[in-house]
């Protein structure tokens, strides 16, 4: 019985040894194999190959191109400067002492007080002139155009006082300059002509205060209009970001050229860039900056003729569907355009060759023409192409605004089914629609009034618009006169003699 039990101890005590040494064992392997995993699975992570492999060739292309954006960086940004401006307005403010009338009704027999307002404003400008030591830089008229202090900071952070040199507020251009004595870059100036839609386009400037900053896209069209405060530049527009403070900056492209002045964003809120950016084509801006240097300000050639681009009726009830151009509506008495022979419902197509695209593509041409040249105007006519030469004259802008002899002073719309039916006008009512009149014209002194319906000139029935282009033009020689339609009455306008 005891040797059992001593037997049993010593089995007991043996088990137990043997499962202390498995519990040891299992321990230490587990400790083990914690520890070396994760240097394991560092090991074949570093070891494996790369999950995607880039070609030699496609790299080297990437490669290239980032060398040209790079290079692009170091030719153009040293000759695109920051522009800080302050715009100074002061406004009388009433004399306030703490009584509560006074801030409401001001103080008796006591002048108002003069108040000063300083404003701040930044954009970008291009280093374009040279001469001696003073440097000439292009920007927007809306960046320097009211400023009382510019100053220009360069790429390497260096601040100068800037002065005005000339100012246009129709192209949206400005020229400053500033006086330094090192050598600096001058941008070179590419052919906005030759640019094409898909073409890389590169900003350069200070958007919302960031200096220096470059960003990247491509043109996205060619020739837009509309921009903002009457601008008649033909824009391009880019993909490229733009922002406040870019104003004034560089357009290039891959060459590292100025194509463009950044100008506006159009944007639903107001604010940053949405992908809609708009820069003044450099060739448009070329010869201002000469004309600023030389004179201070642009001169424009003046043709005498209040433009229009027909709507889809008036194009169709003229023939004119499908056709690209602009229509004269009125003529300046006395103008270049009547001397020349130009009538109002003439279609122009092109000048001295060049296809005309648009009435504000024709307003910039003709713009560009130098005082004293002779152009060529190709029109549409009764349907038929004619050359006409124009000698043009310089636009003055007292002249250009002289309503008075804006002949014949009335714009006039086919009366479609759609417009009777719009102006609820009895089924057969013939005519032409007066949809503006401009004061002080001829027809505005003859008493014509707006939503009038015309039925004669001069005696004359007229139930289209080629009826009354061609009567103002055959029977309109000395004297004006309309028959028209006004509510229920029939009536007849006294006569404008010239």
Same mark, same amino acid.
């Given at each position: ?20 040494? +498995? ?8 400790? /083990? ?5 994760? #240097?394991?699975?560092?090991?074949? #992570?570093?070891?494996?190959?790369? +999950? ?11 490669? $290239? ?19 800080? %401006? ?37 954009? &970008?400008?291009? @280093?374009?002139?040279? &001469? ?52 600096? =870059? ?20 200070? =958007?919302?205060?960031?200096? /220096? ?94 433009? %229009? ?19 004269? /509506? ?11 022979? @130009? ?5 122009? %197509? ?9 009435? $504000? ?38 002249? +250009? ?41 001829? +027809? ?45 009455? %029939? ?8």
């Amino acid at each position: 019985m005891n040797l059992l039990k001593k037997l049993s101890s010593r089995n007991f005590f043996i088990f137990n040894l043997v499962l202390l040494g +498995a519990i040891f064992g299992f321990s230490l392997a587990f400790l /083990s194999f914690s520890c070396a995993s994760p #240097a394991g699975t560092r090991a074949k #992570a570093q070891e494996s190959p790369q +999950a995607v492999i880039i070609p030699q060739d496609a790299l080297s292309a990437a490669e $290239n191109l980032q060398t040209a954006f790079r290079s692009i960086s170091d030719k153009v940004l040293p000759s695109v400067v920051e522009l800080k %401006t302050v715009s100074i307005r002061r406004q009388q403010v009433p004399n306030f002492n703490g009584i509560p009338w006074e801030f409401f009704f001001g103080t008796p027999n006591e002048e108002n007080r003069e108040r000063e307002f300083r404003s701040q404003g930044l954009g &970008s400008g291009i @280093i374009v002139r040279k &001469s001696g030591n003073t440097y000439y830089v292009l920007t927007n008229f809306h960046v320097v155009g009211d400023a009382t202090e510019i100053s220009v900071a360069l790429n390497d952070g260096t601040e100068l006082a800037a002065v005005l040199v000339g100012k246009d507020d129709r192209k949206d251009l400005a020229m400053v300059s500033f006086t330094y004595r090192e050598d600096l =870059p001058l941008a070179v100036l590419g052919d906005s002509e030759a640019v094409k839609v898909g073409d890389w386009a590169i900003a350069i400037g200070n =958007p919302l205060g960031f200096m /220096s900053s470059m960003t990247m896209g491509i043109v996205s069209a060619v020739g837009r209009t509309g921009g903002p405060a009457g601008n008649i530049n033909d824009f391009i527009q880019t993909d490229t970001s733009i922002n406040q403070g870019n104003s004034g900056g560089a357009l290039v492209n891959i060459r590292g050229e100025v194509i463009g002045i950044n100008t506006w964003i159009a944007s639903s809120s107001g604010g940053g860039s949405v992908g809609l950016g708009f820069a003044i084509p450099i060739n448009n801006a070329k010869r201002s900056i000469d004309e600023f240097i030389n004179k201070g300000e642009i001169s424009y050639g003046w043709l005498g003729v209040s433009l %229009t681009d027909p709507d889809r009726d008036m194009a169709q009830a003229l023939n004119l569907s499908g056709r690209r151009g602009a229509m004269v /509506s009125q003529l300046f008495l006395g103008s270049p355009a009547e001397k020349g022979g @130009i009538q109002p419902g003439d279609f122009i %197509t092109s000048l001295d060759g060049k296809e005309v695209r648009g009435m $504000n593509h024709l307003t910039l041409m003709v713009g560009d023409l130098k005082p004293g040249d002779r152009a060529v105007f190709s029109v549409i006519r009764d349907g038929a192409s004619r050359d006409l030469q124009v000698r043009i004259e310089e636009r003055k802008n007292e002249t +250009a605004a002289d309503s008075n002899k804006l002949w014949p002073g009335v714009y006039v719309v086919p009366l479609t089914q759609t417009v009777r039916e719009t102006l609820k006008l009895k089924d057969g009512t013939e005519g032409l629609y007066v949809g503006q009149v401009i004061a002080k014209s001829p +027809a505005a002194v003859v008493g014509l009034l707006r939503q009038d319906i015309v039925t004669a000139v001069n005696g004359e029935k007229v139930t289209s618009l080629v009826d009354f282009y061609r009567v103002m033009r055959e029977k309109t020689g000395r004297e004006l006169w309309f028959e028209v339609q006004r509510g229920e009455a %029939t009536l007849e306008t006294p006569r404008y003699k010239r």
